[in-house]
């Protein structure tokens, strides 16, 4: 393998810039901070392209996981394309006729999904060495930890303002994000990689005390955010690994994987504890309870989203339009705008109608061939890694079901990256080798050795 160009390293260090900044900066929702977002995703396609015509090569990965996102981004824009024009109406005329009801939020999407395919074909492109993959994940889950320390110290010490300096009225911060539920998300996934690699016994024995440390300080900070989606998905996550690591176990060894995903569910739940006292764990139902009380309760909004569908198909209301489509529908005072449907599902399909059905079916029928391609590797580490990624994707979507935490380009980022580890597991590199986390053996004492 010829040695990668700086731009080439550029652009891989990129993606750890990429997570670190949108993670810390309130998650990259604020209009600024996506600006310096899509300023650093536009730079990884200006080094992508220099690498390409200094090397006289085009590199790219051919993963159909690519798709979907190429299909909203396009979809997106042919949403805002004029089909002649509005009868005139309180004197205006001349208002173009889109499918998007809301042109401009439809196009600003648009865009957005245009970014994210860069960042996602640009990963794919850059994890081209079982080095890089290796390098990548061990970052992941460092950072992980570090930030899940974080998280708990400020809701300790901060629980109000993130950082100690930014709060919002009415918000339930944690971590940098203000909202929980996509900490909560964001959790799901940098935990999976290390429980996928401790749940196929890819993790050498020096090492799993340092894996088990990780995972619960991480899997305290999930239960210490309060969200509930969040916990519903990380017991989704464990079971998940549990089924597909432990078909292979002999019968003697059956009991030893869920002895040890009641193990680190017993320790989390300790932990949580210590952390926040009771009020850590029945802050859930607590919850729970008031948000039974509110107007824009979720049964409610699902309630509206589906009138929104059946009204908007087989186009949809235009991606990024749901909530000037939600208010047509709502009966309730309009004091809160719903501005998502807390339902990603349910918001694609509002969203982009018929199109947007077609894009996630695809996407999870992809999803499984991919998973399935990954976790048949003969190499430890990277079935690992491929376990671990796909039980992380599955936690995040079980979670879209109650919130809408793949709107968060942080999440997405995250979510787009793990993707990525799980498609680069099913690939073979030169510089592979048959666990990674495994110490090399040591010749014996008197014993020559060949070296290659």
């Known amino acids: 393998m010829n040695a990668s160009s700086i731009f080439d390293r550029i652009g891989y260090l990129l993606i750890f810039l ?3 900044v949108s ?4 998650g990259a929702v604020h209009q600024s901070v996506l600006t ?3 300023i650093m995703i536009a730079l990884m396609l200006v080094l992508w392209a220099v690498d390409c015509m200094r090397s006289g090569v085009i590199r790219f990965n051919s993963s159909l996981l690519q798709l979907p996102l190429v299909g909203a981004a396009v ?5 805002v394309i004029p089909f002649g024009t509005l009868n005139e109406a309180a004197g205006v005329s001349g208002i173009p006729r889109t499918i998007s009801i809301e042109p401009f939020a439809t196009e600003i999407s648009a865009i957005h999904f245009v970014a994210l395919l860069i960042f996602f074909a640009a990963a794919l492109t850059r994890i081209d060495s079982a080095n890089r993959l290796r390098k990548l994940t061990i970052f992941l889950s460092v950072f992980g930890f570090g930030y899940a320390f974080f998280a708990i110290l400020q809701s300790v010490l901060s629980p109000d303002k993130i950082f100690g300096i930014y709060g919002r009225p009415g918000a339930n911060p944690f971590g940098s994000f203000v ?11 940098a935990i999976a990689l290390p429980l996928g690699l401790l749940f196929t016994g890819a993790v050498s024995k020096d090492k799993r005390l340092l894996y088990i440390t990780a995972i619960s300080l991480m899997g305290v900070a999930l239960i210490v955010s309060g969200s509930r989606g969040g916990l519903v998905a990380f017991l989704v996550e464990i079971i998940f690994l549990l089924l597909i690591t432990n078909r292979s176990e002999g019968k003697g060894k059956a009991f030893v994987k869920p002895a040890l995903a009641v193990g680190l569910i017993l320790v989390v739940i300790a932990g949580s504890y210590f952390v926040g006292g ?8 607590t919850d729970q309870a008031e948000a039974a009380g509110t107007n824009a309760n979720r049964a409610h909004i699902w309630s509206v989203t589906l009138k929104v569908i059946g009204d908007s198909m087989p186009f949809g209301v235009g991606l990024g339009a749901f909530g000037t ?12 705008r719903v501005e998502q449907a807390h339902n990603d599902f349910l918001q694609v399909i509002s969203d982009a109608g018929i199109v947007g059905a077609l894009l996630g079916i695809g996407f999870l029928f992809l999803l499984y061939r991919t998973g399935k391609k990954s976790l048949q590797t003969k190499n430890d580490h990277r079935r690992g890694l491929a376990a671990g990624a796909l039980a992380g994707i599955v936690a995040v979507l079980v979670h879209s079901f109650f919130d ?3 709107h968060t380009t942080a999440v997405a980022l995250l979510f787009l990256t793990v993707l990525s580890v799980l498609i680069a597991s099913g690939t073979t590199f030169p510089d592979d080798v048959p666990n990674e986390d495994e110490p090399r053996h040591r010749p014996k004492p008197g014993r020559r050795t060949a070296r290659s």
Do not use: C, M
Not at 23 to 26: Q, R
Not at 180 to 187: E, G, P, T
């Open 18 to 20: 990429l997570i670190t």
């Open 404 to 406: 809408f935490v793949l």
């Open 23 to 26: 993670t810390l900066v309130y």
């Open 278 to 285: 009771e009020s850590s764990l029945t802050r859930i139902s």
């Open 36 to 38: 310096v977002v899509y």
């Open 179 to 189: 909202n929980r539920n996509h900490f909560a998300a964001w959790i799901e996934l």
């Open 75 to 79: 979809y997106g824009f042919v949403q």
């Open 325 to 336: 489509a939600y208010g047509k529908f709502d009966v309730n005072s309009g004091l809160e």
